[in-house]
Each structure stands twice: as C-alpha cells, then as structure tokens.
C-alpha cells in the first residue's frame, strides 16, 4: 500500500485478515481524516492522515469487523422464488430481493443495493439507493465482486430519520457495519438483508478484466451480468459489448471461458478476510439471509413434483433471523411463494453458511503474476493452465443444458 509521510494505516489493516473494506470508518471519521486505499492488488483498506486525525477512536470503537459476530440463528427457513416472472428473471436466483424491494418502493420506501454503474470508461461496483421500481433492475443480480459502501452510510441514515421503510441489502458484513451505525431499536421500519456470500474478489481486478476484454474484441463493455438465465438458473454470465457504430450486442460467458469468473468461483481471488469469515456461519447479521437453494431435487422433490417452484427459473432460500424478518416477509413478502424447509437442507450444499472459503491453491501466484504483469499476465496463465480444455469447454457449451445435464447424469 502507498503511503506518504501523513498517512498511517487504521483499524490493524496491516493485518489483511482482520479488515471487510466497508469503509464505515471513513463515514465515521468526523474530521474526514480517513481515506480508503487499494493495495498492490487492488483490494481497498483504510488509511488515516494522523494531521487530521484527533484520536477520538470512533473508527476504533465501531468498527463491527473487530467486534464478536453478534448475528443471530434462524428462527425459520424457507425454500422460496417471487411469483413475478419478469423480477425473477432478472435475478440471480429466486429473485426474492426484487419482490420484497418492491413492495417497499411501493410503499413508499427506499432500497439499497449494489448495482454496476458506468463512469468514466469503468464499471463501479458500488452499493446505490433507489426510491422508485425504475431502477429496481439495477440493483438485482449477483455482482462478484466488491461493492463500495463508503458513501452510502451517511445516506441510510439519513433515510431511516424519515420514517419510511428501508431496506438495506449486502454482504454480511455490509450488514453489520450498517447495523454499528444505525440503531434498528429506534427506527421500527429498518430492514435487513444479507446474502450468503463465499468472499470478494478487488474492484481493480474486476475492472482489469473488463479492460482486457475490450482489447481483445475492440468494443466497449457496458455492462456484466454474473448470472445470465437465458438457459436457465446456474452459473452462466453474460457481457453486453457496445459497437463502434453504437449497437449493443450480448455475450453469453460460461464459467470455463472466463479466467475471472473462474477464479472466482474458485477462491482465488477473495479478500484476505474472506477466507477467516466470521459470518460464514449459522450466525447472520440480516433480519433475513437469501442464497441459492442449491441441492433443493434432493432437499425437497416435493416442491418441485408439483411445480410450486421450478429450478429452470430459480430458487433461494430464506433465513428468517429475527422477529423483524418474520414482519418483514409478512408485511412484504405477499409476492414470494414461500415453502417450509430447515437450516441443515439449506446448509448443505451451501458451505459458506457453516464455514469461510478455502483459500485456491494458486491464490499467492495468482497476485504475484497480477502485480508483476497486471490482468494480461493472469489471462495467459489462465490459457495456459487450461489448455485443450479450453476446445473442450467450447464445445460444451454449444450443446443445449438438458442435453447437458442427461449426459453429465450418464458419465
Ligand atoms: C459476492 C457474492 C457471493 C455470493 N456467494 C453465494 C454463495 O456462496 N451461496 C449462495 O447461495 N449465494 C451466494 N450469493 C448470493 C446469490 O448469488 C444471490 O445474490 C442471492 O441468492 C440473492 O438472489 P435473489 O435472486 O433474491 O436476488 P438478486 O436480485 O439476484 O440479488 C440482488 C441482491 O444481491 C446484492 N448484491 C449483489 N452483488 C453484491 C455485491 N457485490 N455486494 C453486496 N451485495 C450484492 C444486491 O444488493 C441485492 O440485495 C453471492 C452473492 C455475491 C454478490
């Protein structure tokens, strides 16, 4: 990380394993003396100008990261999908935050989320707020990636004085930090969701892959969907090109095909953090949790024999963790086809509810070739490493996905 003679490092951030990047330090900080920074890879910690800095210790006290994960246990759990085809479509997975997001917006309320917005030429993972269902469609999908929350604490703050409902949705500790900062006791229509998340890989590496696949194609990317159902739910991508003459074209990206998604899925490139999660565990921060009900054709054939949720569309489960969870899906959750199920079926094909990511074995070359011959260098290692796979991935995915899944249930 740089520094300059002013600067110091915050919040035991030389220890990478003991800081999430929410930046809530920086929200905190009343002398704005708190700045975050990349590292030589890209991932974001904090720095403090010690000139500015009149040890008040705020940054200190609040940092929720430091404290005991004070999460709760799930009081219910539930195999659900939004009964709204066009939210679930556009979501990862059983777009269960569309339908309750929407619900608050028409009740006049305001969501949180994270969207992918444009500047610059980049991409920015950034958490948002939205108050009306224009943009709700930003804010659905998956973004693998680490969103910046550094400038949305002030404004959940001031959202929740007005007394409408709020939502605020995001990684656990995302989560936890907005719950340091706002107390939920006093503001009755503050609600929570955090998503079961296996760890986040730097802005500047996500972006860094973008830049490389706009040299190789000579378009401008506008826009990458991680989950792309046009053939369905599952791990498949997508990213929208913009020609020189101004059409836009869609690419569907297969896991295989992408180093980035691949690595990601992979865990190699998260967060030092990520791999110690403490919210990697039945304790959530969120008055609810929502993740992919992976394993549900073994969990729960009954649901899907009387198609009352179809895995070709998507489908979650919910963690209902507090009793403002259970307020929040009765007061909103009217659009959710909602199924009773348990927290080891959830857990069980879903690891990041019981324990952090493994580290990837290539992580620590993977940073050194990315420090020493930026995002390009990981692309040739990556080609390389594959191989004749690669052909072979090609290939694969021209073939329909039930084609697919017989053939994989025959191997
Ligand atoms: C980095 C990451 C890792 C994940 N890992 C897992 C996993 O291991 N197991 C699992 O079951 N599910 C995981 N998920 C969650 C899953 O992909 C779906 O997002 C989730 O099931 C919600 O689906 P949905 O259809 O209800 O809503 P969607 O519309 O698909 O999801 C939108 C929600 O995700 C939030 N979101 C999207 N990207 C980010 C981000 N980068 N940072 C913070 N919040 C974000 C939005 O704010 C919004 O609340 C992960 C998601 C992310 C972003």
Redesign the pocket.
């Known amino acids: 990380m740089q520094k300059n003679s002013n600067d110091i490092q915050v919040m035991l951030a030389e220890d990478k394993t003991t800081c999430c990047g929410c930046g809530l330090c920086t929200a905190l900080c009343p002398k704005d003396a708190i700045r975050m920074q990349e590292d030589k890879n890209g991932y974001r910690y904090p720095v403090i100008n010690t000139e500015l800095c009149i040890k008040c210790k705020r940054c200190l006290n609040h940092c929720a990261y430091k404290k005991e994960n004070s999460g709760t246990v799930p009081l219910e759990v539930f195999a659900s999908s939004a009964k709204d085809k066009q939210l679930l479509q556009q979501?990862?997975?059983?777009?269960?935050?569309?339908a309750l997001a929407l619900r608050i917006l028409n009740a006049g309320g305001t969501v949180f989320?994270?969207a992918l917005e444009q500047e610059n030429g980049k991409l920015i993972?950034r958490h948002v707020m939205i108050n009306n269902q224009a943009n709700l469609p930003k804010?659905?999908?998956?973004?693998?990636?680490?969103?910046i929350t550094d400038d949305v604490f002030a404004l959940v703050q001031k959202e929740v004085q007005t007394g409408k409902p709020v939502l605020f949705?995001?990684?656990p500790c995302?989560v936890d930090a907005v719950k340091e900062l706002i107390d939920s006791q006093k503001y009755p229509d503050f609600y929570t969701?955090d998503?079961?998340?296996?760890g986040?890989p730097s802005v500047r590496m996500f972006q860094d892959y973008i830049s490389e696949q706009e040299k190789k194609t000579g378009r401008t990317v506008t826009d990458m969907k991680f989950?792309e159902k046009v053939k369905g739910w599952g791990l498949k991508g997508s990213i929208t090109y913009r020609f020189p003459d101004g059409s836009v074209k869609r690419k569907l990206v297969p896991v295989n095909t992408s180093s980035y998604y691949r690595l990601f899925l992979t865990s190699e490139i998260y967060r030092e953090n990520c791999y110690q999660c403490k919210y990697a565990s039945q304790k959530r921060t969120g008055d609810i949790t929502?993740?992919?009900y992976?394993g549900i054709e073994n969990e729960h054939p009954e649901y899907l024999q009387n198609e009352q949720l179809n895995p070709e569309e998507?489908i979650?489960c919910i963690l209902v963790n507090t009793a403002r969870g259970k307020k929040l899906l009765s007061q909103y959750g009217t659009d959710l086809t909602l199924l009773p199920s348990s927290f080891e079926k959830a857990s069980r094909k879903?690891e990041?509810l019981t324990r952090p990511s493994h580290k990837g074995k290539n992580r620590e070359t993977i940073l050194k070739i990315y420090e020493q011959h930026g995002y390009h260098g990981i692309e040739q290692w990556y080609l390389k490493k594959q191989g004749a796979k690669v052909i072979l991935y090609w290939f694969w995915n021209r073939i329909p996905p039930k084609l697919q899944k017989k053939l994989k249930k025959n191997s």
């Open positions: 979501a990862a997975s059983g777009g269960i935050f569309g989320g994270s993972p804010i659905q999908g998956s973004k693998y990636v680490q969103s949705s995001g990684t995302q969701i998503i079961i998340c296996h986040v989950r929502i993740g992919d992976w998507g979650s879903n990041q």
